[in-house]
């Protein structure tokens, strides 16, 4: 930790200090130990900075009590009232999430079976289905977003209905792009497996579909969470696809988002970009957590 | 791994539900789309497929060719400036002890999970005419302005008369720089993944044989982590080519991509066909892009082997 202070104090410092600095702790390091470069610690400690200072004034500022939001005037959750408030605001985030809890629970359950196909079997052409499958992460965003669009626009289907049916099309187009990702989560989980396992459920009498419940699935856990966490945020963040597949009665919450933000900037939109922020935060914390090498080897 | 015949089943079963929904809901639809390049319009909302090249033609005229080439260029400096801050990063972080490893590498990973619009938005509160970095202008200004005054040369205004606020946002530098904030984990991630694994002895060995520390990044590590490079290109200049929202809020009618202009024609100009010529285009440079990368990665391994 000491390294990180010592770079952190060394970014105020003088140019000329800094050369001296970096030329003493050269003779120091090694030449190999670049953790030990203070100009790498610079270079990643600016970037940081600039990575998170415009985030981090956002959220800053959604608590600022005035519209003019470029200096501080005080505190006020006033924001976060307003943006309760706002009924279509509201409506549009129910909407995301409605959308993302499907997409999440569809994809996983789909993106586990190609990773348990792809993992298990062998058949023809298997390079070239392994292609077309990752095809959705790979596609321009917006070929997909206009390529829903003329779908749904010329199937007719399914537009209209009520809530959430209303929300179909929305939630089929981001299945689609989000299941191949957990598809490559859940097989990467599924190399680490010990097939030795499924042979001694086999040997001890268990059927297929008792070592898929009882050794397979139990194993895939992680894997699972990590895929699914994985599906909620990429649902929850689409703007393109949305924004083309939606219909004017089916707004989701970076939609909304948008439409606002094409108005002016206001104080409401960062107050409800903070909490959007905050659940990505918390679910990506979550999904890194489950991933970690230590909780993959228990 | 067994083969499909000895379960087909089990197979199918597993195989079905993916292969419908990226039949039915991917390969569809964009067949739809490459159809409509092909179609003319003939009237407000019909469209017929006449399987002409029209729509490609026009694409060619000089109006888009100039956004098409424009994207590209922007897409390409945003790409290089985004190789050149994140190699430095990745580097740093594999030769971290493996505790600050993971804590430095999520550090970068993070703002990517962090919603993309609102990240761009973000960026237009620091970027606007009374923003964060005009509001450190003018208070730099007037800071300047009272010292000048202070040791008696307020009188000549050297500063200028009033603050004038940077135009930084709606142009290309804008763009640019909303480019590189929002791609830039895509960089890092598959250079600290080829660093990792890089074996630090061909470095010490070039070291120990008397290379500069320059001489070896240039003759070893840079070419050893080729792969890395080549990845992180792709994964970045592939979405800056097909950018919307970027260039949508921060460009604003001033710096239009071809996402834009796709956008345009499926929303209010309601020229589906030529939308559909724009976006197979922006396609087949995606294809054409990783077809690159797989020749290369070919080539490298037969080299190896």
Redesign the interface.
Known sequence: MAQ?TAGHRDLGASAEARTRATRRVRDRAG?????R?KW??A??GV??A??????L??MV?SFNNSR????WQGFTTDYYVRAWNNASLIEAFTNSLTIAVVATIVST???A??A??L?????PFKAAYEG??V??I???????G??????FG?VGWPSGGPWPLNLSAIM??H??FC??FV?IVVRARLAGFNRELEEASRDLGGN?WQTFRYVIIPFLKPGLVAGALLAF?LS??D??ITF?TSGPNAVTF?VK??SM??FS?TPE??AA?TV??LI??I???AA?RLQ?PERAAE | MESWRRNPLVFAVLALPGTFWLVVFFLIPLGMVWILSFGEKTSIVDIAITWTSANYQRAFQPIYLEIIWKSIWVSAIATALCLLVAYPIAFLISFMPPRLKTLFLLAVILPFWINMLIRTYALIAVFRRNGHVNGILEWLWELGNSLLTAIGLGQYQLLGERFQPLPLLYNDFAVMVGLVYVFLPFMVLPLYATIDRLDKSYLEASLDLGASQVRTFFSVTLPLTMPGVISGIILVFIPCLGAFLIPDLLGGTNAQMIGNVITRQFKEANDWPFGSALSFLLMYATFAALALRSLFAGRRSQLEA
Request: net charge positive; proline share 7%; aromatic share 14%.
């Open positions: 990180i030449p190999l130990e670049f953790h470069r790498l610690w270079v990643l970037t940081l600039l990575l998170y200072a415009p985030i004034s956002l500022f003019r939001n470029v200096v359950v789909i993106g079976m190609v348990l196909m993992w298990r079997f062998r058949f077309f499958m095809l959705p790979v596609v321009p965003e917006i070929c997909m206009v390529a829903m669009l003329a779908f010329s089929i187009a299945i689609a299941f191949p598809a297929e945020t929850l963040d703007f393109v083309f970076p988002i948008y933000v094409r900037v939109v960062n970009s959007l922020i990505t935060v679910a990506t914390i890194v970690s």
